[in-house]
């Protein structure tokens, strides 16, 4: 049974910088796809951002284009989201999840993710 553990949340003024890790407890392999995911108070999830395991794919939501990033270890079992430029709507639980899929190509948002971390939260005022 795979562990992910979030890190980095916390308070921060309109325009600020965050750096949340997710520690995954096995090395992801190619087929694994790590997304990030976040729930604001009332609202339901929504997802952030993934990676593939080669790195090579990333996928973004729209409102996370242009300011975060999404990046991994080049040992593959962390993975971060550098979030910049932060806004009061991007308050929320921030969770890390791990999908399998045939390969990296596949790696995106709409995929069943089986495997999540307890989050991390991040506020924004």
């Known amino acids: 049974h795979v562990q992910l553990v979030e890190s980095g949340g916390g308070s921060v003024q309109t325009g600020g910088s965050l750096l949340l890790a997710c520690v995954v407890s096995r090395y992801r392999t190619n087929r694994d796809c790590l997304g990030w995911f976040r729930q604001a108070p009332g609202k339901e999830r929504e997802a952030v951002a993934t990676?593939?395991?080669?790195?090579?794919?990333?996928n973004y939501a729209d409102s996370a284009k242009g300011r975060f990033t999404v990046s991994q270890e080049h040992m593959k079992n962390t993975v971060y989201l550098q979030m910049n430029g932060l806004k009061p709507e991007d308050t929320g639980i921030y969770y890390c999840?791990?999908?399998?899929?045939?390969?990296?190509?596949?790696?995106?948002?709409?995929?069943?993710?089986?495997?999540w971390g307890q989050g991390t939260q991040v506020t924004v005022s």
């Open positions: 999840a791990l999908g399998r899929v045939l390969s990296a190509f596949y790696c995106n948002t709409e995929i069943g993710f089986a495997d």
């Open positions: 990676i593939s395991g080669d790195g090579r794919t990333t």
